[in-house]
């Protein structure tokens, strides 16, 4: 393994179990603020998904990330992930190989009641592409399943489930607006 390239112990092998919902705006509810991060992400590939990501936690650190992601095989719930903290340097040299301008982010995380994280972002602010998303990670495709965001108080917040629609992916959005719809 090269020298450059660390496995940080909060980002793993591991498999990614989430739910979609396309929002208009942060949450009205009041939900503890867990943290709040300022984004850039670019694709090298979208499928299989292989994405640089510099994540700056607001008052914290930044860290940028290579992640590999596999092809869903149960409509959109779960997939194979592999996240590896790489150096600014190998960053800025991949954002050049890439040659686009990358996907801005801003993401505000909530603790809901049941101790689940809402993650919410604000994809390319000011754009005319500009959009809004939240997800929740789960622990088991089951648990996915089950939970209702009524159980939460969010129930017309996340009314719009897009899990299981592939173009409501970043790597979707990044096809539609840096690629011009084709990919390469």
Known sequence: MPGW????????NSVEIERKWMVKDWPAAELPLVKEQLMRQGYVTVRPTVRIREEAEVGGKTDFVLCFKSISKDNGLSRKEIELNIPEDKFAEL?????LPLIKKVRKTYRLPDGLLLEVNQVDEGLPTEFWYAEVEFESTEQAKKWNPESCGLGDYLSDDVTSRPDSSMGAYWVQTRLGGKVS
């Open 5 to 12: 390239l660390t496995i940080d112990q909060k980002r793993r």
């Open 95 to 99: 954002e050049d190989l890439i040659g």
